[in-house]
């Protein structure tokens, strides 16, 4: 079976600081990985997606994950966080042969202090 | 590109009602996707539809809970009898593939009184 753990329902940093948000999974094959980003009031919009061609991937507003196969984890980071970073983060897995499960994470919200 | 469309975006009723939820994927994505989203349960996963077919309908809470995709641009989810407990924000999503990323809509939220 499949999970996704995010490590911190809440998470606070101060304008300009790092951002790291961390996910571990399990799975039994290489997964496909996600991280979305969700703003009050709207759905999940894409930030960056893994799919074996690169271990360390860029997506949109500045943020980059890296895929560490042995540690299974693909954490998201930014190097200086803005207040328009301030939303809820969710990393999320899909695997499946004929058949494909998505499974998200709990959700960390992210809180961005002047 | 018009992304996925949900309607209604707000809807309050009584318990015992019935409650129909829409959604119109992005045209030429073959996997549709409901979820729930609540502050005690997070993000779930309902129903799963590849090219007009329920694929995974696991987390289709009760019988009171029905999903249709009579063809590839418009799904519905249905709740009767409606309960206060179904009260969340109710979100569709579509994909190229089921193993894409997903679009997904702003989401319905359900107040059932």
């Known amino acids: 079976a499949q999970s996704v753990t995010q490590l911190g329902s809440h998470v606070s940093v101060s304008e300009g600081a790092l951002v790291l948000l961390r996910c571990n999974y399990s799975s039994s094959v290489p997964p496909y990985l996600f991280w979305y980003v969700q703003y009050p009031n709207q759905g999940l919009q894409l930030l960056l997606k893994y799919t074996s061609a690169a271990t360390l991937v860029k997506g949109i507003n500045g943020f980059e994950a890296e895929f560490k196969k042995s540690e299974t984890s693909f954490h998201l980071t930014k190097p200086s966080a803005h207040m328009s970073d301030a939303a809820e983060y969710f990393c999320?897995?899909?695997?499946?042969?004929?058949?494909?499960?998505?499974?998200f994470g709990a959700g960390t919200r992210l809180f961005v202090k002047a | 590109d018009a992304g996925v469309i949900q309607s209604p975006r707000h809807e309050v009723t009584e318990m015992g009602q019935e409650v129909t939820l829409r959604c119109k994927p992005i045209s030429g994505h073959n996997s549709l996707f409901w979820y729930r989203q609540t502050m005690m349960r997070g993000l779930e996963l309902l129903i799963y539809f590849n090219n007009n077919v329920p694929i995974d309908d696991s987390g289709m809470p009760e019988d009171r809970f029905s999903a249709k995709m009579p063809n590839a641009s418009f799904s519905t989810l249905k709740i009767q009898p409606s309960e206060p407990r179904d009260s969340a924000v109710y979100f569709c999503?579509?994909?190229?593939?089921?193993?894409?990323?997903?679009?997904f809509g702003d989401g319905t939220r359900l107040s059932i009184l």
């Open positions: 999503a579509s994909s190229l593939e089921g193993n894409q990323p997903q679009h």
């Open positions: 999320a897995v899909t695997k499946g042969t004929g058949g494909f499960k998505t499974i």
